[in-house]
């Protein structure tokens, strides 16, 4: 069963523009991380955050936590038509074997 | 390069064959898992390794699913009987041991007509 659910769930903009993407989430986490995938291909890790972090940078990508509201964001910055795939994000549970628990991904669409 | 390859890259097969995917990890890795995408969802869990030992199995993984990693090394995800609904993208991600993070190998998408 998936765990997170993304919104929105398709995003279209400008190359240029920003692109947020949310991501909610049940139960209780060690830590959530942000995939991306491009169209029938494997699944690219971008950035982890953990449950004590509130929020975390890498390069155009900002993520912030909030672990009060089971919720996450990731914004792109100045995005680019190669940023163009589908983004999930992923929980690792506070115990067990860290299997992780995708979202439904939202689709984002870069217009050059 | 995630440090995980996965063959084959495509599968195409009949309703009621066997089929058999591998994956391998570059370097030595304890903790492997193996999950299922199907179109247009996020993928789902399907079991986990931790060396040879396969310690978590999903309710998804049916009597027709069996996976093993003989060695603690590569491991292998067998389907007999396949059924049209076993189509879909299977994915293997190992766990780096200094962070929580997985990464994964780039699938075996299997057709079943």
């Known amino acids: 069963s998936q765990q997170g659910e993304e919104d929105p769930q398709a995003l279209s903009i400008q190359e240029g523009e920003n692109a947020t993407m949310n991501c909610s989430y049940k139960?209780?986490?060690?830590?959530l991380q942000w995939y991306r995938q491009n169209s029938g291909r494997g699944l690219v890790h971008l950035i982890l955050?953990?449950?004590?972090?509130r929020e975390k940078h890498s390069g155009r990508l900002r993520v912030t936590l909030d672990t009060s509201k089971k919720s996450s964001s990731l914004l792109i910055t100045a995005s680019r038509a190669a940023d163009t795939a589908s983004y999930f994000c992923?929980?690792?549970?506070?115990?067990?074997?860290?299997?992780?628990?995708f979202g439904t991904g939202t689709k984002l669409q870069v217009i050059p | 390069d995630t440090g995980v390859s996965q063959d084959p890259r495509h599968k195409i097969t009949k309703r009621g064959q066997n089929v058999t995917f591998r994956c391998d990890p570059i370097?030595?890795?304890?903790?492997l898992y193996w999950y299922r995408q199907t179109l247009g969802q996020g993928p789902e869990f399907l079991t986990y390794?931790?060396?040879?030992?396969?310690?978590?199995k999903s309710r998804l993984l049916s009597d027709r699913f069996s996976a093993e990693r003989p060695k603690g090394s590569f491991s292998t995800l067998e389907i007999q009987r396949t059924e049209q609904g076993d189509s879909a993208m299977y994915l293997c991600?190992?766990?780096?041991?200094?962070?929580?993070?997985?990464?994964f190998g780039p699938g075996t998408r299997l057709t079943v007509l």
């Open positions: 991600a190992i766990r780096a041991s200094s962070t929580d993070t997985q990464y």
């Open positions: 139960t209780s986490i060690n830590n």
């Open positions: 955050i953990r449950s004590n972090e």
């Open positions: 992923a929980t690792g549970p506070s115990g067990g074997y860290q299997k992780v628990t």
């Open positions: 370097s030595e890795h304890n903790r």
């Open positions: 390794f931790q060396n040879e030992a396969q310690l978590e």
